[in-house]
């Protein structure tokens, strides 16, 4: 499993895995601004939270 992991934090840090990085972060972004991806969490958070 150390293996998988360092050969990821390799190619994070190359320009490509950088590049990647930053656009999945704006992406994310993105997507938490936006009104109906806030409404499936705030349904998903009210299914799991809700009486047993």
Request: aromatic residues 4%; glycine residues 6%.
């Amino acid at each position: 499993m150390a293996g998988l992991f360092s050969k990821v934090s390799r190619f994070l840090s190359t320009p490509e895995g950088k590049r990647l990085t930053s656009q999945a972060a704006k992406r994310a972004q993105a997507m938490a601004k936006d009104p109906a991806t806030r409404q499936k969490l705030a349904d998903a958070r009210r299914r799991l939270s809700g009486p047993r």
